[in-house]
């Protein structure tokens, strides 16, 4: 019992000592929508989930997005991938070296979802598979 307590109270020290404070990333991440989901690409920028946002494909209550804020300049720049449809799509993983990501496509109005994975070649998206 004392080398559990020991255990969980050093756990803690550690991660109190590394903690960093959050910080807000800039409104061109941080829309009106809502965003979720987010995984770091490596090499790339920060992938996400958006939904409740005009700019979606299906609107405002067309469905989940995926976002890219790209980092490879200065200034933050963000996109919406190309394979995004009225359904609702969000990450589920990326290969390392950022250019295979795996997502999950469902409707609203199904119980059913699908896994599909694109490769990018640097500048295009292959077709979902």
């Given at each position: 019992?004392?080398?559990?307590?020991?255990?969980?109270?050093?756990l803690?020290?550690?991660?109190?000592?590394?903690?960093?404070?959050?910080?807000?990333?800039?409104?061109?991440?941080?829309s009106?929508?809502?965003?979720?989901?987010?995984?770091?690409?490596?090499?790339?920028?920060l992938?996400?989930?958006?939904?409740?946002?005009?700019?979606?494909?299906?609107?405002?209550?067309?469905g989940?997005?995926?976002?890219?804020?790209?980092?490879?300049?200065?200034?933050?720049?963000?996109?919406?991938?190309?394979?995004?449809?009225?359904?609702?799509?969000?990450?589920?993983?990326?290969?390392?070296?950022?250019?295979?990501?795996?997502?999950?496509?469902?409707?609203?109005?199904?119980?059913?979802?699908?896994?599909?994975?694109?490769?990018?070649?640097?500048?295009?998206?292959?077709?979902?598979?």
């Open positions: 019992m004392v080398k559990v307590f020991w255990s969980i109270f050093l803690n020290v550690c991660c109190l000592s590394f903690a960093q404070k959050p910080m807000r990333l800039e409104s061109i991440v941080n009106e929508g809502e965003e979720s989901l987010p995984m770091v690409m490596p090499g790339t920028g992938l996400f989930t958006r939904s409740l946002y005009p700019a979606n494909v299906g609107g405002t209550y067309g989940q997005d995926i976002w890219l804020a790209e980092w490879r300049t200065k200034a933050t720049k963000v996109k919406r991938l190309p394979f995004n449809t009225t359904q609702n799509e969000f990450i589920a993983g990326a290969q390392p070296d950022g250019r295979t990501l795996y997502f999950v496509r469902s409707s609203a109005n199904s119980l059913t979802s699908s896994l599909y994975r694109v490769r990018s070649n640097g500048t295009t998206w292959t077709s979902p598979e």
